[in-house]
Structures are given as C-alpha cells and as structure tokens.
DNA sequence: AATAATGCTGAACAAGATGTATGGTATTGT
DNA sequence: ACAATACCATACATCTTGTTCAGCATTATT
C-alpha cells in the first residue's frame, strides 16, 4: 500500500477516536473528522464510502489486533492464547480492552453497540471449539447453542460496559472473575 | 388534553413505529415522519423537540402501558404482577412483549438499544425489592449488588432480542425458561 | 351564538451536513 | 526521469434540521 494511503487513513484513524473520546459517535460529522485529520474532504470520501464504514474498519482493526494471536503471526511476544488455563485467556482480554483506555467505551455507546457486539460474537464463535467448554458446565441442554453464544457474548460485553464506566477500578483479574461468576 | 393534541401526537407515534417497521432509528428523517403523519412540519416540532425525545416518549408508553400495573388502577383486567409465583412476571412481560409485534425490534436495534436497557433496568430497579429474591441463589456474593442487576437486564433484553430475531417462534412460557436458565 | 384561546397549516428560511466532480499539485514506485 | 496515483482546494447540488409567521380551524367558555 502507498504511504500516503498509510499516512491519511492513520490520520483518519486517529481523528476519529480522537473526536470519539470527546463526543459521540452520531454527533460526530465528516467535516469535523477532515479537519482534524487535516486532509481533504475528496480524500476523505476517497478512503471510505461513509461514516459507518469508517466505524466498521475500525472495529476490524481493534479485534484483529486484539485477536491477533490466534491468525498467523505466532513468534509475537505475548499471545492471548499462550495461556496455560482457558480462564485467563478472558482475563488477557480484558487486560488488552483496559490497555486501549476509553476508545473502547466509545464504540459501546448506544450507536455503536450493536456493531462491536456483532463482532465480538463473530470472534467468540470462532473460539467456540476451544474455549467454550469452560462455559459448558453452566449450559441448561435445552438451551439451543446460539442462544448460549450470544448470551456469553452479551455477557461480556455487558461486564465490559459496566467495567469502564465505573472506571475501571477492578482489575483485570477481578473483573474477568465478575464475568465468570455472572455468565 | 385537547382533542387535537391526542390526534396529531397519536398520529406522530404511528407513523414513527410505522416508519421503524420498514426502516431503522438513524436512517428516519422528520421529513418522512410528518409526511407519513400527514401534519405539518411546525406541528411536529410544537410537540417533539427534536427526533431523539420522540424516540424517548414512545419508550416512556411503552414502559408505562407495560408496567401499568405496579402504578395506581389496581382494578384492571390482567395485572403484571397479579400472579401466584414470580416466575410467571417475567413470562408476562414477555407475552406483553410479544403483543406488541415487532415495535419493540425496532427499539432494541442499536441505535436505541442503550436506551431501551436504561428504561428497563430503571424499572427493574424498582422491582428489586419483590423479585430480585428470585435470581438471589445465583448471585454469587462477591459481585457488586448495581453489576448484578446490570446483568439481569442485559441478559433480559439479549434474550428478548434472540427471541424476535429467531421470529418468537417459542412461547412466552418458554422463553421465560431460556431467561431463567441463562441468568 | 358569540368570543377568546389555542392548535394546526403551509410555506419560506438560514444553517449545516452529505456526497460528488474537477483541475491542478505533489509524492511515490519503477 | 517518468508515468501513475494520491492528495488538495474549491465549488456544487441536494438533503436535513429547526425556526418563523401569517392565516385558518377547532376547541372551550360565557
């Protein structure tokens, strides 16, 4: 990819989160976006069709580099599945969310919601094979599978929601715990 | 109220969940809400500041048609919580719930979902005292008492939302089990 | 039945946002 | 050095929002 792609739609990128620690997602507008990148309105239009697009890459970005262990890339240094127990596999994710501060909170918000949790449910279904046992033994069997899935997933996302806006005061051990205990 | 007041702000409601039927929160615009109304455009605004409190106001019926009986008018037909055991509140509010066709989709897809969870955790929240005690033996003591009915909340509305997804091909009563048996 | 009050209409309006088009400039990869 | 291509600045048509206002219709009051 050409650099000056790079550079703008890291510039982009980052205005973008910028203005979302500030503001909200629907307040936010294209003009603003462009001018705290500092780029073009054309070039803006020219990377991403519209405003949810721009939401959606970034939502790819986070979990691909959230998630990144469990494609390729395994010499990195820590992976989230070079965990010896199943359970701090939730507990490295949670350190990792922690790690990104607030951006995101931002995209948990009301607008946004939806689309992190498609997401995440897609990751966890991905897992599904080897981390889901861990929840097993809490399953009802008439419980149909993507039923429980999706309670797992709201599960999570609702223990993270709760987690960062109270400040995030438990760590992430704790919290993973909480998760645990309620799922 | 006057009469004309009912007729338009009625009319209002309609053409709203009528319009979030065929299409979603953010992509309705006034223009198409006056025009399925059929008022004018200085006639909505006298009525609804702004998109975003109708959207609060027809949440606000709505809890309140559905929890009408926790308030005054003991004499109705079929209260809420004029059952024999707790379980079968919840059933009721599903049942409820499912009256209401899919106006209640609409307001759980992203855009309103946050609201929609606000609304229902405050009203649980005021049930606490009666029927918390039920989901009591799952609660493990260490979570937060706010985190614990954060939970329930969100897993009410997640399994609401799976329900009508999946086309609420269970029964109420059904429903009210899977709801049971993931919390 | 007459009157005053209040709500609705319809049209016009400014402000701001979206998405597109274009000709010119600067950077990149080869 | 050269061709390709990404960027810039501006302009533009279109849509949306929220406000204003004069005139008409309905309501409640007496």
Redesign the interface.
């Given at each position: 990819m050409d650099r000056r792609q790079r550079k703008t739609r890291n510039a982009i990128f980052d205005a973008f989160i910028g203005l979302l620690s500030k503001s909200t997602y629907?307040k936010i507008t294209v003009g603003q976006i462009i001018a705290a990148a500092d780029i073009g309105r054309a070039t803006f239009y020219a990377h991403f069709e519209t405003k949810e697009y721009l939401l959606k890459a970034l939502c790819q970005e986070l979990f691909d580099h959230i998630f990144e262990a469990d494609r390729g890339d395994h010499n990195a240094h820590t992976h989230i599945f070079d965990c010896d127990n199943t359970a701090t596999v939730f507990t490295h994710l949670f350190r990792h969310l922690q790690h990104n501060d607030n951006h995101i909170l931002d995209l948990l918000?009301?607008?946004?919601?939806?689309?992190f949790l498609e997401y995440f449910k897609k990751e966890l279904a991905r897992l599904a094979q080897s981390q889901l046992s861990v929840f097993s033994h809490r399953k009802?069997p008439?419980?149909p599978e993507?039923?429980?899935i999706?309670?797992i997933a709201?599960?999570f996302?609702?223990?993270l929601?709760?987690w960062i806006e109270n400040g995030t005061k438990e760590s992430p051990e704790e919290i993973a715990?909480?998760f645990f205990?309620?799922v």
């Open positions: 629907d918000s009301c607008q946004s919601n939806g689309l009802a008439e419980l993507d039923f429980w999706d309670h709201a599960t996302v609702q223990t929601r709760w715990n909480y205990l309620s």
